[in-house]
């Protein structure tokens, strides 16, 4: 129904920089909300960034505001990650979520997101 693929994740010092991608097909992909999470070995999976259905509202986690902006065009059915001064403890595993049940009301919790990509790696070195 939807399929989400992740990339550009990898390997960084701290202070440095990643974008990730996050490809959709199989549903128009102007039609619902899109976000990103991180898992990290031991942890839960948490929040990072949330853009509603036409990119007009964004929300994200407290650590990551003003280092990690989220932005979709729907042309190219792609939704962005773009991280930004990256520190060690944004070592995780990056899943790009869809929530099809929502167009403009954003909701952080996992569990409400339907579909999931594969997820990437991003690993900071201090």
């Known amino acids: 129904q939807v399929q989400l693929v992740e990339s550009g994740g990898g390997l960084v010092q701290a202070g440095g920089s990643l974008r990730l991608s996050c490809a959709a097909s199989?549903?128009?992909?102007?039609?619902?909300?899109m976000g990103w999470f991180r898992q990290a070995p031991g942890k839960e999976r948490e929040f990072v960034a949330a853009?509603?259905?036409?990119?007009?509202?964004?929300y994200y986690l407290d650590a990551v505001k003003g280092r990690f902006p989220i932005s979709r065009d729907n042309a190219k059915n792609t939704v962005y990650l773009q991280m930004n001064s990256l520190k060690p403890e944004d070592t995780a595993v990056y899943y790009c979520?869809?929530?099809?049940?929502?167009?403009?009301?954003?909701?952080?919790?996992?569990?409400?997101?339907?579909?999931w990509g594969q997820g990437t790696q991003v690993t900071v070195s201090s």
């Open positions: 979520a869809a929530d099809t049940g929502r167009k403009t009301t954003v909701v952080i919790t996992p569990e409400v997101y339907d579909y």
């Open positions: 199989g549903r128009t992909f102007s039609s619902y909300v």
């Open positions: 853009i509603e259905w036409r990119g007009s509202s964004t």
